[in-house]
């Protein structure tokens, strides 16, 4: 799908305001009700506009702890890819998984209450994971930058 200048501040103002109705969404972009609503629909529909969610604030639900925890397997346990993958799944404490180059196989965001529930993540269900090689964990000290937002200047193609 060619995304247009509208197009672009359209994806802007819903990653900034995912509840912003369609009428006050129509009237910052000039537009007819009716052809918003259009125009949102069509990148809902493309896949561009993939989903919705609200933002939670960590420190007010007691989230004490987040880390980036970088995994290295053992290659020489059968199927180690698909096992390790389907046990992540069933880890609520895993909030980002991802295949990474370098020495390690896998960089995961771990979120825990505090760091007597993150120990226990580590030491009763990641290292008990079968084809665990090593761990290293980074634990965040404080955060300058998390956003799930991408900026307008690399949305235009």
Known sequence: MK????????????????????LNLAEKLF???????????????????????????TEKLGLEVDAFVQVTMRRDVQHWHENFSA???????????????????YLLRVRARNLKHYSAFILEKLYKTEGVLD????????TIVDTQTIPASLLDR
């Open 3 to 22: 995304l247009d200048a509208t197009d672009l501040k359209i994806l802007t103002l819903l990653q900034e305001d995912g509840r912003m109705s369609n």
């Open 87 to 105: 046990a992540l799944k069933g880890w609520p404490e895993v909030i980002g998984a991802h295949i990474i180059t370098g020495d390690a196989n």
């Open 135 to 142: 761990i290293r964990s980074n634990v965040v000290l404080e």
């Open 31 to 57: 537009l007819s009700p009716s052809s918003c609503l259009r125009r949102v629909k069509l990148l809902e529909e493309s896949g561009i506009i993939s989903r919705y969610s609200a933002v939670l604030n």
